[in-house]
């Protein structure tokens, strides 16, 4: 069955490993190295013009998915991540900028992270970082608790553009801004130091309300896990490339991209094999730390 990232309002944990079954054939006949012939630190940096062109092609949609700007942050970490094999490797990590103009501040620090899965790597390594970690995920059959080892605050709910209950999964689905008025009167109205978003497609319904309720000027550095969909057209990856761009020239500096090697396939409507997962980081320009 096509699975269609339009209709999944909330995290469902087995949409990834669902297509990496469908495309592991194909993933396994392509050398890594020939998936990508680009260095994406030297390409084209005039994005705005390129994602509007009547000629944008697949190749070049996927290099601004993959741009790294990695000048943008002279010091950067991978927090979390559980080791792979065929290639051997970290999945799921994410960067975090530990610039001292950006950096999260061990023990002032506050961490969100949606989409666990069980894996609790990043979120325990953030609390030994020094931060209050507030995790959510509704598919896990947890019950609100906190997490041991570290300080970190476990809720069941599943990140949305509303606030509803999925019945067929019987899950509390939320917005962002939302759920950070609940939990305000436990961490105050204080900046978001690192969003984590990782939930499966979903972001790209999750992202655009994140923007409507200004809770974008709450986050001081943001990874995502961003999904693409193989059956899905150029034009509709075109719109969601424009999503992410539309933060961008709101003020959010991307200083990371890595694709995920374990989640490859074949873009049926423009003819191009490619990786279908990518983890992006940005920090708010408007959220630099006063320094004397």
């Known amino acids: 069955m096509p699975l269609s990232p339009r209709n999944c309002w909330s995290w469902y944990p087995n949409t990834k490993f669902v297509i990496d079954s469908r495309i592991r054939s194909w993933r396994d006949q392509l050398p890594l190295m020939e998936l990508y012939n680009v260095n994406c630190d030297t390409c084209v940096t005039n994005w705005d013009a390129l994602l509007a062109s009547d000629t944008l092609t697949g190749d070049e949609l996927l290099q601004y998915f993959l741009w790294t700007n990695q000048s943008s942050c002279q010091l ?15 999945a799921g990590q994410k960067a975090v900028c530990i610039d001292k103009k950006i950096a999260p501040q061990p023990g002032k620090c506050l961490v969100y992270s949606f989409g666990i899965n069980n894996e609790w790597s990043f979120d325990e390594n953030m609390a030994r970082y020094g931060c209050e970690v507030f995790a959510f995920d509704p598919s896990m059959g947890l019950d609100k ?21 999925d019945y067929r999964f019987n899950w509390t689905i939320r917005s962002l801004s939302s759920i950070y008025e609940t939990l305000s009167p436990l961490h105050g109205y204080k900046i978001i130091d690192y969003l984590k978003i990782d939930i499966e497609y979903s972001e790209w319904i999750t992202l655009p309300n994140i923007i409507a309720s200004g809770m974008l000027s709450k ?35 991307r200083f990371d991209s890595e694709y995920n090697p374990w989640f490859v396939g074949n873009f049926t409507q423009f003819s191009l094999m490619g990786s279908l997962g990518y983890e992006i980081a940005w920090y708010n320009s408007h959220l630099l730390h006063v320094t004397t």
């Open 145 to 165: 608790h906190d997490h041991i080892p570290g300080n970190v605050h476990f809720y069941n709910w599943g990140l949305g553009d509303r606030d509803e209950h």
């Open 219 to 253: 986050i001081r550095q943001m990874g995502m896990e961003i999904h693409l969909d193989g059956q899905d057209s150029l034009e509709q990856h075109r719109e969601w490339a424009k999503l992410l761009r539309s933060i961008e020239k709101m003020g959010m500096i």
């Open 76 to 90: 950067s970490h991978d927090f979390g991540g559980i080791m792979m094999s065929n290639p051997s490797g970290l």
